[in-house]
């Protein structure tokens, strides 16, 4: 299994930069890394997907290093709106099985 | 479009008692799964379907039934409810099985007694 591994929590303050990183030390070659962003009583939402170096769309930016290990989403200029939870999920080359998704990051954006 | 929906929003089951859990699409998706999410947790996948007729297991399939027999709808029964099962409820469908992106419904916010 691909597993994920994220921190718990982080905060922040309106208009900074927001950098969330996991871990996926066993990821496969055919693996793509694919982040969702979840606020309370509704379904995850897709934010972005990668499979190296870098991918950037109109909300954020993966990072992905030459080993694909870890990811970071990056959040540029975090707005209150921003504060939800956010996982990493890697996965889809192999049995949907293991598509299977971690605990996630809780990001609070303060005022 | 809807998009992925579930029915219903919520429901109170007592221990014992059976129901099922809908989910519809309309994106001609041939991949649809279930997840449950509990407090604290991440999502875990409960079972899949890759196609009509095709369904298999995921990480928590205990006490958990599925069908597919057409590609737009994918519902999931509890046979025998239990408290255990008291849990949120997320269905979830993308293009294909490679096509990682998921797109999700709103979720069943599901009560055991």
């Known amino acids: 299994l691909a597993k994920t591994t994220q921190p718990i929590s982080m905060d922040s303050y309106e208009g900074q930069e927001v950098n969330i990183t996991c871990s996926h030390n066993?990821?496969?070659?055919?693996?793509?890394i694919t982040w969702y962003q979840q606020f309370p009583s509704q379904g995850p939402r897709f934010i972005i997907q990668?499979?190296?170096t870098k991918v950037t769309n109109e909300v954020a930016s993966l990072f992905i290093p030459a080993d694909r290990k870890s990811s970071t989403l990056s959040l540029p200029r975090v707005s209150l709106s921003d504060t939800a939870v956010y996982y990493c999920l890697v996965g889809f080359s192999g049995s949907a099985r293991q598509l299977t998704f971690g605990s996630g990051t809780q990001l609070t954006v303060l005022p | 479009n809807a998009g992925v929906t579930q029915t219903p929003k919520f429901q109170v089951l007592k221990t014992g008692q059976s129901m099922t859990l809908q989910c519809a699409q309309d994106m001609n998706h041939e991949y649809m799964s279930w997840y449950r999410q509990d407090p604290g947790m991440g999502l875990r996948l409960i079972h899949y379907s890759v196609g009509a007729g095709i369904t298999d297991q995921g990480e928590v399939p205990n006490g958990y039934n599925v069908s597919r027999s057409t590609t737009e709808d994918f519902p999931l029964r509890l046979l025998s409810a239990a408290p255990s099962q008291t849990s949120v409820y997320f269905c979830?469908?993308?293009?294909?099985?490679?096509?990682?992106?998921?797109?999700f419904g709103a979720g069943s916010r599901l009560t055991v007694l």
């Open positions: 990668g499979y190296k």
């Open positions: 979830a469908s993308s293009p294909t099985l490679g096509a990682n992106v998921l797109t």
């Open positions: 066993n990821i496969a070659t055919n693996d793509y």
